[in-house]
Structure formats: structure tokens, C-alpha cells
């Protein structure tokens, strides 16, 4: 049976030695030019590392910009609806009382706790849609084998070109990262 | 830290270099990360057990408080008629107000591009939802049958009745859940790179396990930070109108009512400022202690704190704007009972507690015109206390004083809280500061991975030359332009 927590640990393509190669770069600035090299190389399952998020780097890169802001406005909406639905039903349905004759669907009276689900609403969407996005929680990872990668919280910044993508080759690919200025390149195992 | 002397803080504004850096003494992303990861990983400190075990005892206090107020019943406030509301509500609508001021540094400021807010936006999200979690306390025990607190949610009951949504009462009891949930989210999305920083720290396998658990395995992969940043924005766009609503909200159980005193549409705007003059007050008083302790005065720079006060300085004066408008408004209004509501509020019987609050809120902030003033920590530290107790007294007289003397005079009455009202009110500040002791004690109390972001090492065109506009001086490295 598959185990139920399985998606705590990446899912790496079989038969693998390495799981890729690792590069650690000396400052942001060194790590934004060798970006610019690793996509103009034509790498394109590969990432960088950063204790902190570096201003442009997605450029350098060359990622497409995130998809949040369209889960968010679908969430946000739906829990605004909620909350507009759910006073309707609660005065017009479940329990209909007569307020001094004002009518029973008086909806400028609803706004408040309507904008206040939608917050909520938009807001749940951000949190999880992120984690979501970044298949996160994901407990185990190959590159947390290797303990040059604990600076990566600290001030290490690194690349990484995965074995799975199609231009990668251990010996050719080490020799890149250290031509694009890495200070220390290493092999990680599958794992 | 030894050798901080006042030439070597940064609080001058240079006008040919831009502006001057955030964090000072040669930091570097390895020595801020020290420098916040320490206070975690040493030996807890003797001093941090004389803040906790007090504040521990507090909040016994503020057990055995609620428990006899559950046993024996609302009996034991000093509430009566006329006034219904006594401490609870003014605690209430006090503990919200302090929680103010973390969402408004990591919200608005983060959407301003304010950059210094980096170093103090984690202590104040905390302190936010501590102060979120006190104030949910008292509507809670407020009730009376406690054991019924749930019909004030939208969920069936025994009777079939649903709560009223037309209720500003209502509407508060979403606000201010929701406020608390939002400031988790918002204050947990921060912590997880910097839990991430902790455990790659840890050496114990318990902490590592722990922090690990909590860190999601994150790995500062670039592809995740452009989701996470993009989280971060939009949260920070979504809180910024909530946190204005919150006590917009609970200005309203007020405002919508027909008392004198209360009945006024100056309510929404006047009760913001004041949170956020209120909880900048406790941030002050917070960090003024907190960098002292754990040794983060180049992190927490005396330009933080300045601009802290100055924030006060302006809120304090909104606030006394807004006192000044309600006499206007009574007086222009020509309702003898809101005239008279207002003149017994200076006059009156509870005189000494509205005094108490001008002095307090309006008074005693001018002091910070002065740079001397903002720059100093005894005054900072005294200042954010006043200004503290002025804004309790300011929702005292509010509830107390508008109440105390109703449209009946023969149902006029003096307010007296009891002793465990009293016990009530200082043990929810046991549950604040034993909270606030246990997140120095077990996170990050600074954003390290924001913190780093406004080093200039930590931009990729960092040392490249550029051109800095003539007429731009402000222009930090960000703004200017790469050649």
C-alpha cells in the first residue's frame, strides 16, 4: 500500500546516482551573473538557493511569474460569497424575524462580516496556495545529504542543475558550475 | 554590545550618500544570523526567568480570576446599571487596540516599502497575536453562561435561533477571529524560512525534529521564494484593509448605539489611530528591553525606535484631534444630552480618569518634537508606558463615563471595579508577557531572512557603478540606476 505520508519525500525519477550537481557562489551578485549563464545555457530543471529571497534573481532565471494572485482573487471571492450566502439563508431562510419593519435581506447590513470572509477567504488561499504551489511541506530532500547545503540558511547561495535535466552530464555539468564562478561544486547522491 | 556610541548610530540622514544603512556595525548574513539565533541556542538566562516566572504567576492570577468568575458568576465585577460594561470591555477593546500596531509594521509599512520595518516586524506580529489572544479572552468570560459563548457563532443550537447579523456585536466577532487568524497566517509565513535557519543550526535532534517539523522543509529554493514572496505581498495587501476594519468593527459596537457619548461617526477613524498609537506605544516598550537583553542594538537601531516615536507623536495628535472634535460636535450638535455627556466627561465625577487620558495621550507625547527626546531610551521606555495607561483609561472613559449617567438621573451611578476585576485586567498581562517570554525564548525574534534583504550585500548589483540622479538624494541602492 502506498504510504499516506509519501508526500513528505520528493519523488526522483528511478535508476539515478546523482541527484544532480551543487554550486555555492560567493555573493548575490556573483549568483545572479551565473544565472543568467546556467539559462542561457539551456538548463532548465535547476534552481537556485538563497537564505533570502534576491531581488530579480526570477529574471535571471528566467521564471514565469507566480500564478498566486489568480487562487487568491478564486478564494477570496468564494469566501466573500459564503459570508453573503450565509446571512441570507441565517434572515431569509433558517430564521426570518421582523427587525422594525426593515426587510429581511437587508444586505448593507451584511457587508462588514462579507468583506471580513473574503479577507479570510483570500487569505487561506495566499497561505496554502503557496505551500501548495511549492509542494510544500516536503520533509525530506536529497540536497539536505550534503552539509555544505545547511548555509544555504545562513549566507551560502548555491545552484543546483537536477540529473534529470536533459543537459546534464556529472562531469560536464561540475565543470560548468565551477566556469560560472562557483566557489565549490559537489555531487549530490539520489536519495 | 560594547562601543555604541551615539556618532556611530543612524539616525542622520546623509544627503549625498542616500541614505544611510539600516543595520550597522559591519553586520554580515552570517553574523545576523548569530546574532538572532544565539538568544535560542545558549543557556536560557537568568534574566529571561526573573520576566518569566512572574509573568507565569500573572496568569495564575488570571486563572484563578476567570475560574471564580465561572463558579460564582458576573457578580463579582463591579458591573450594575446603568453600567453594563465595565472592565471587560474596556480590556477588550484595549488588548485589540495594542494589536494594532504588528500587522499595521508588517502591512502597511511593508507595503509603503518601508524598509526599517524589517528588524521589528517579527517581535510586533507576535506581539500581535498575543494581544489578539488576550483580547478574545474577555468577550469569551463576558457573557455571563459561559457555557453558551457558542451561540455567538453562526451554528446550530438547541433552539433553532441564528445570531443577528445586523448586530455590530455581530460583526465583531468575526473581525476580530478573523484578525487573529490572519495575524497567524501572516506571522507564520515569516517564521518559516527563519525556522528553516534554526533547525540547519540545531545540534540536538529534538530541536532539529521540532523546528524541522515546523519549517516544512524549506530550502530557500529561488523558485519557492517567488511563490512565497508573492504570498507575502498579497497578504500584506489583504491585511492592510482588515486591520483598519477590525477596529472600525469594534468602534461600532460602540458608535451604533444611541448613547450619548458614544453615538458619534468620528468613532471609526479616532478608534484606529488610537490602536495604532496604542500598540506602537507597547512595540517601544517591548524592544526598548528586548534589544538590551539579547544584545541587538545594531539590529534594532535607534532609527527604528525614532521613528517609532514619531509615529506616536502623530497618532497621539490624531487622538487629540479627535477628542477636540467630539466637544465640537456636541456643542454644534445642540443635543443638550450629548452636551451634557461630553461636560460631565471633563467635569464630572470620573474628571480625574479623563485627565489622566489627555495627559497621558495627548500631553505627554509632544515631549518627542524633541530629537533628544526620541533619541533617548529612559524617555522612549517612560513615554511608551504613559502612553500605555492613557490609552486603557481612554476606553475607561468611554465605557464608564458615557454610561455612569443615562438619559434617567435616578438611575445615575458611580462605577467601582472590585478586586477581581482589578486581578482580571493585570492577569491577562500575565498571559501576554508569559506568551511574549516564550517566543524570545523559542523563535526568532528578528526576521532574519528580511533583515538580510535590506544588507546591500544581499543586492545582486551591489558595487556596480551607478549613477545617482541629481535631486534624488534619497535614492537607497535599490532606486538607483545600474550603468
Not at chain 2, 528553516?196 to 530550502?219: C, E, H, N, Q, S
Not at chain 2, 448613547?259 to 468613532?267: A, K, M, R, S
Not at chain 2, 517601544?284 to 528591553?289: D, E
Request: aromatic share 16%; glycine share 8%.
Amino acid at each position: 500500500m502506498r504510504n499516506p505520508l509519501s508526500f513528505l519525500v520528493p519523488e526522483l525519477p528511478e535508476g539515478r546516482e546523482h541527484y544532480g550537481a551543487l554550486g555555492r557562489f560567493a555573493d548575490a551578485r556573483s549568483l545572479y551573473r551565473a544565472c543568467e549563464r546556467v539559462r542561457d545555457a539551456g538548463y532548465t530543471k535547476w534552481d537556485a538557493h538563497t537564505p533570502f529571497p534576491v531581488h530579480g534573481l526570477e529574471r535571471a532565471m528566467g521564471l514565469r511569474s507566480s500564478p498566486l494572485p489568480f487562487v487568491v482573487l478564486a478564494t477570496g471571492l468564494g469566501g466573500a460569497a459564503t459570508g453573503m450566502l450565509l446571512q441570507w439563508w441565517v434572515h431569509t431562510q433558517a430564521y426570518p424575524l421582523n427587525f422594525s419593519g426593515k426587510p429581511t435581506f437587508s444586505w448593507p447590513a451584511f457587508v462588514p462580516v462579507t468583506f471580513e470572509l473574503g479577507v479570510l477567504g483570500a487569505a487561506l488561499g495566499a497561505v496554502f496556495g503557496m505551500f501548495a504551489l511549492n509542494k510544500l511541506p516536503m520533509l525530506h530532500h536529497p540536497l539536505f545529504t550534503s552539509e555544505r547545503f545547511e548555509r544555504a540558511s545562513d549566507d551560502g547561495l548555491f545552484i543546483s542543475i537536477e540529473s534529470w535535466d536533459p543537459k546534464f552530464d556529472a562531469q560536464g555539468t561540475t565543470a560548468f558550475l565551477s566556469e560560472i564562478g562557483a566557489l565549490e561544486v559537489e555531487l549530490i547522491a539520489a536519495s | 554590545m560594547a562601543g555604541l556610541e551615539q556618532a556611530d548610530d543612524n539616525v542622520f540622514h546623509d544627503p549625498v550618500q542616500g541614505r544611510a544603512p539600516l543595520i550597522l556595525g559591519g553586520h554580515d548574513f552570517r553574523s545576523i544570523t548569530e546574532a538572532v539565533a544565539e538568544p535560542l541556542e545558549s543557556k536560557t538566562p537568568l534574566g529571561w526567568w526573573l520576566f518569566f516566572l512572574p509573568s507565569l504567576a500573572l496568569l495564575a492570577m488570571f486563572g484563578v480570576s476567570i475560574g471564580w468568575l465561572f463558579w460564582e458568576g458576573i457578580g463579582i465585577w463591579g458591573v450594575t446599571n446603568p453600567i453594563g460594561w465595565g472592565f471587560a470591555i474596556v480590556n477588550f477593546v484595549f488588548w485589540v487596540g495594542i494589536g494594532h500596531a504588528g500587522t499595521l509594521i508588517s502591512a502597511i509599512l511593508f507595503l509603503l516599502r518601508q524598509k526599517w520595518r524589517t528588524s521589528i516586524n517579527r517581535a510586533a506580529e507576535a506581539m500581535t497575536l498575543f494581544a489578539v489572544m488576550c483580547a478574545l479572552v474577555f468577550p469569551g468570560i463576558h457573557v455571563g453562561r459561559v457555557w453558551v459563548a457558542y451561540w455567538m457563532m453562526p451554528v446550530p443550537n438547541q433552539m433553532s435561533m441564528w445570531p443577528n447579523f445586523r448586530s455590530p456585536l455581530m460583526w465583531d466577532v468575526f473581525a476580530v477571529s478573523i484578525y487573529g487568524t490572519v495575524s497567524l497566517l501572516f506571522w507564520y509565513v515569516g517564521l518559516v524560512p527563519d525556522l528553516a535557519t534554526i533547525r540547519d543550526r540545531a545540534k540536538a535532534k529534538i530541536p532539529r525534529l521540532v523546528y524541522g517539523m515546523f519549517a516544512l522543509g524549506w530550502r530557500g529554493s529561488q523558485r519557492h521564494w517567488l511563490h512565497y514572496e508573492r504570498a507575502y505581498l498579497l497578504l500584506a495587501g489583504l491585511a492592510t484593509p482588515l486591520v483598519l476594519s477590525v477596529h472600525s468593527v469594534v468602534s461600532m459596537d460602540f458608535a451604533v448605539s444611541q448613547l450619548p457619548g458614544w453615538h458619534t461617526t468620528i468613532f471609526p477613524p479616532y478608534f484606529v489611530a488610537g490602536a495604532i498609537f496604542s500598540g506602537f506605544a507597547m512595540v517601544i516598550t517591548l524592544m526598548v528591553i528586548c534589544r538590551k537583553a539579547f544584545g541587538m542594538e545594531r539590529i534594532i537601531t535607534m532609527r527604528h525606535l525614532e521613528n517609532m516615536a514619531k509615529i506616536i507623536l502623530l497618532t497621539g495628535m490624531m487622538v487629540g484631534y479627535a477628542y477636540a472634535i467630539e466637544f465640537f460636535v456636541a456643542w454644534y450638535s445642540g443635543n443638550p444630552y450629548e452636551q451634557f455627556a461630553f461636560v460631565n466627561r471633563v467635569f464630572g465625577p470620573y474628571a480625574w480618569a479623563y485627565w489622566i487620558m489627555v495627559s497621558c495621550n495627548v500631553f505627554i507625547p509632544q515631549v518627542f518634537w524633541f530629537k533628544k527626546a526620541r533619541t533617548s531610551i529612559p524617555v522612549l521606555f517612560v513615554i511608551s508606558i504613559f502612553v500605555n495607561i492613557g490609552m486603557w483609561f481612554e476606553r475607561f472613559v468611554i465605557v464608564a463615563s458615557s454610561l455612569h449617567r443615562d438619559f434617567l438621573p435616578g438611575s445615575w451611578d458611580y462605577y467601582v471595579p472590585t478586586r477581581w476585576d482589578v486581578m482580571t485586567l493585570v492577569g491577562s498581562f500575565g498571559l501576554f508577557f508569559t506568551m511574549f517570554c516564550l517566543f524570545v525564548r523559542f523563535l526568532p525574534m528578528v526576521a532574519i531572512a528580511e533583515v538580510k534583504t535590506v544588507l546591500p550585500a544581499a543586492d545582486p548589483h551591489d558595487g556596480e557603478q551607478r549613477v545617482v540622479l541629481a535631486g534624488a538624494p534619497g535614492r537607497d541602492h535599490q532606486g538607483a540606476l545600474a550603468t
